[in-house]
């Protein structure tokens, strides 16, 4: 039997990087990279990053090099991810200045000092999270009149495993695993979106944000010659320990049947025969419309 590696969130969104370096929609990437290159009223630019983990968005915008300045604030709730951010930002910034805040995103939206004043928010892998009506005005909130909106990896239905065990197992730990997106309470508050986006096609605009560019950022993850790049097999793991902690004990599911399929897929992680795709989108946005207005 293919025991799991223990579960770390931190871990996680580091094996997460590779995964989404190869998904991010790069022409929707260009489109900010070609929204940001117009001028400013009042540079240097400011730049809002929510739920941000353990920082491998900002990494990437350096890296890539969408800004080599400005001012980049990242904030995230979870005390263990913005500690690792801290260490992992800590001297790798050049001209971006960095600060790490740990901050519930509402909280920090509210205060008046947040309000009107950053040229770009960034959301990335966070915003199907969230009951997208509810949040967006809140974090909109932060932003200049005309401030660029970064969207990225919203989970769009479907998450594929394959090669396919047993195609009716299969299908309802899929449907049953999305069911729990869509019926996610936080806080006592509906949140969390299995078809987050399609809906921001809808959603940004009844936001007052008019959207520049948005397209496919799916993750696909596959080994050649039996290995998993970087850390990704530990990334699929990561996947599957979230689809057995919502799913345990789930009245729908047969207990051993659920069990069984797990150690499957556990096994071809080990084998390197494990495909795993899903379908997200990622959008770039602003508010108010007209660029030419910031
Ligand atoms: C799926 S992770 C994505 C992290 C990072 N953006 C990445 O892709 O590597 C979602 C992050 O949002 C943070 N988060 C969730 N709810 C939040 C809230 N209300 N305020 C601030 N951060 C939040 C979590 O702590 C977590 O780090």
Sequence with gaps: MTTAPEFSFPRYLAAKQSVDDRALNRLVWDRLAQALEQPRATPPIQVLEIGAGIGT??????DWGLLTKGDYTTIDSQAENVAAARTRLHGATGDLRLTVEEADVFEFARRPAEQGRYDLLIAHAVLDLFHIPTALPHLLRTLKPGGLCYFTINFDGATIFEPIIDPVLDRQIEALYHRSMDERITDGQPSGDSRSGRHLFHMLPAAGVEILAAGSSDWVVYAQQGEYPADEAYFLHAILHF??????????????????????RRRQIAEGTLVYIAHQMDFVGQLGGKEADR
Excluded: G, Y
Excluded at 57 to 62: D, F, P, S, T
Excluded at 246 to 252: F, G, K, M, R, S
Excluded at 254 to 263: L, S
């Design 57 to 62: 968005m900002a990494e990437r915008v350096l």
């Design 243 to 264: 689809v057995e902690s919502t799913l345990a004990d789930h009245p729908e599911l047969d207990r051993a049947a659920f069990a069984e399929w797990m150690a499957h």
